[in-house]
């Protein structure tokens, strides 16, 4: 079947039985790994995103996560994080899906989705699984302690890096004992995200909930890293819905549905036939 590129939303919408599942990759302002403006297109990830690469340099791979640190720190939520958010809470799918459960689960490790939430829902617990981990989180290698930490810079050692690394230039040899360090053991600390050759974090959670969704909604992700390029997959071969939102025809192959363009413009009208330039008020007026 060849996927629908209509823009009317209630097609999908009204198809939303429990429990649906959504995927978000691409945020705006925040370069993604894989697509057109991927950081992969400047970056080996075997160099960068690998436990080998962090055991071979540690500086190294510190001074590319203190810059993705830095961009996502300045990050706010868009419109697609907002409209998300607000499909989470059962009084806004009343109408259009009033049995249905929500989760989100979400590929990006700078916590916007949660940070969105939060704003919108300070009393509420979101129902977001973050796979790859967080960006503002450590991990001990060496007591294996997981801490939040949005510290800027994390080590002074760390200040002015992120404009090597934005530029292309060498990055500096920073000596070991002056990366993060681990405030129980004094361990060297490692960012607190899944890197490839690791397992992703709440996997069998995620599984029963594959295993369980009717509709998946497949965000902006250029649907090429494992296990997550096999999920909408997994839905459709059960007879369930999918929907691609994205700007690239990536990942279309199960979907019955297309929404070409950003997400932060398509999936207000979709989900909640509301305006994508009036859902920032949302966060204004909380």
Not at 164 to 169: D, E, T
Not at 257 to 265: A, L, M, S, T, V
């Amino acid at each position: 079947m060849s996927p629908s590129s209509s823009p009317s939303c209630k097609r999908v919408a009204t198809s939303l039985p429990s429990p649906v599942q959504a995927y978000l990759q691409r945020l705006e302002s925040i370069p993604t790994f894989r697509g057109s403006d991927g950081l992969w297109l400047n970056y080996t990830l075997s160099d960068l995103a690998t436990p080998r690469a962090f055991r071979k340099n540690p500086s190294k791979v510190w001074q590319f996560y203190h810059y993705r640190r830095e961009i996502a720190g300045k990050a706010l939520p868009n419109p697609a994080h907002i409209a998300l958010a607000l499909f989470s809470q059962p009084d806004q799918r009343k109408e259009i899906a009033p049995d249905a459960e929500f989760t989100l689960i979400t590929q990006n490790v700078d916590g916007l989705s949660v940070l969105c939430s939060q704003m919108l829902f300070p009393s509420t617990d979101p129902p977001i699984i973050e796979m790859h981990g967080r960006l503002f989180e450590t991990l001990c290698t060496q007591c294996g302690d997981r801490m939040p930490n949005r510290d800027s810079p994390i080590c002074p050692a760390l200040a002015g890096t992120e404009e090597l690394v934005k530029s292309h230039a060498k990055e500096r040899q920073i000596p070991l004992e002056d990366l993060p360090r681990c405030q129980k053991c004094r361990g060297l600390l490692r960012p607190g995200v899944v890197w490839f050759e690791e397992s992703i974090l709440h996997d069998e959670e995620i599984s029963e909930l594959v295993d369980q969704a009717d509709v998946a909604l497949v965000i902006g992700t250029s649907s090429q890293v494992a296990p997550a390029n096999l999920f909408a997959h997994s839905v459709a071969e059960r007879k369930g819905t999918v929907a691609v939102f994205n700007t690239e025809p990536q990942g279309i192959g199960s979907a019955h549905f297309y929404f070409p363009g950003p997400c932060e413009q398509t999936l207000p009208t979709v989900l909640l036939g509301k305006e994508p330039d009036k859902m920032n008020d949302v966060l204004q007026q909380d």
